[in-house]
């Protein structure tokens, strides 16, 4: 615990002095340095997640370190079910799983990249109402049991969808009978 708490500080850290034009990544990034970030931006912590989105938004500032920043987001699978936004979350997670692919650590870090995204996927459902929330969490855990299984969130049927949509069908209607009353 106290080596990634390390290794997340380290890359806060740069993140940080990148961001205030204080330094800037090192020209001969080493394998070393590309990995600490790589974990620093793969962990499932919230802390984690805006690390790698702040390297996303500012992908220049980390060019030496030739991360593959390539998506096709949810991949197959719809990147807004019902209306949820898992777009940011599939390419996080596409993101861990090319970067690892890459540096032939993949299948080391592969259980650890789809409890990530199952975490990022939950953060998102956490910020829709609470009718509709239950609904949002069945399709995220769907997702994770698509990554986790096939290593795609491809394999999501659309039976899963649909049984989703019933479930925020529902919601809705009893919330809405319920203000009435």
């Known amino acids: 615990m106290s080596r990634r708490l390390a290794t997340l500080l380290a890359s806060l850290t740069v993140t940080l002095l990148v961001a205030l034009g204080l330094a800037s990544p090192a020209a001969a990034v080493t394998r070393e340095q590309k990995l600490s970030v790589l974990s620093s931006w793969t962990q499932t912590s919230a802390t984690s997640y805006n690390a790698w989105n702040a390297g996303r938004l500012n992908k220049a500032a980390w060019s030496e370190y030739a991360f593959d920043w390539s998506t096709d987001y949810c991949s197959s699978s719809p990147d807004n079910p019902l209306g949820f936004n898992f777009t940011l979350s599939c390419y996080r997670h596409d993101f861990g799983y090319r970067n690892y692919k890459a540096m032939g650590l993949f299948s080391s870090n592969k259980a650890r990249l789809d ?11 956490a910020t829709y ?21 096939f290593g795609s969130v491809a394999a999501v049927q659309q039976s899963d969808i649909d049984r989703a949509a019933r479930m925020k069908a529902d919601a809705e209607r009893r919330a809405r009978t319920t203000s009435r009353t």
């Open 115 to 125: 409890s990530a995204f199952y975490e990022d996927l939950k953060r998102v459902c």
């Open 129 to 149: 109402s609470s009718v509709v929330r239950p609904a949002c969490y069945s399709l995220a855990w769907t997702y994770y049991q698509a990554v986790s299984v």
